[in-house]
């Protein structure tokens, strides 16, 4: 299963994503809902980095599923919007394939 958790301030500024794990809903290479989690995660990670500059540091791990990006610093309403999209497209996975792939987490530090 992967764990998604997103972090916000008490005030709901982001503060981190962090991806774990790979979804398990088939063999590697066939496996449409990990594809489907990491197109999301990484296309907006890439265009967090490209189309906003976000201020973040990203960290990853490919054979275990792991990707942390942190952010340093608060975020424009561009890199807000893209990170929404990526939940809500995440809440989708949730609801087409159900919590035994991918579960959501929200954290408030």
Not at 6 to 32: F, L, P, Q, R, T
Not at 36 to 44: F, G, H, P
Not at 47 to 63: K, R, Y
Not at 64 to 74: P, Q, R, Y
Request: proline share 1%.
């Amino acid at each position: 299963m992967t764990t998604i958790t997103i972090i916000k301030s008490k005030n709901g500024e982001y503060k981190e994503v962090i991806c774990k794990g790979h979804a398990g809903y088939a063999d590697a290479g066939n496996d449409i809902v990990c594809c489907a989690i990491s197109m999301l995660v990484i296309n907006t990670i890439n265009s967090l980095d490209e189309l906003t500059n976000a201020p973040m540091e990203v960290s990853s791990n490919e054979e275990n599923g792991f990707i942390d990006c942190l952010f340093t610093e608060s975020l424009n309403e561009g890199s807000i919007l893209l990170l929404d999209s990526m939940i809500l497209g995440l809440q989708n996975v949730v609801s087409e394939y159900g919590t035994k792939y991918l579960k959501l987490k929200f954290k408030e530090v």
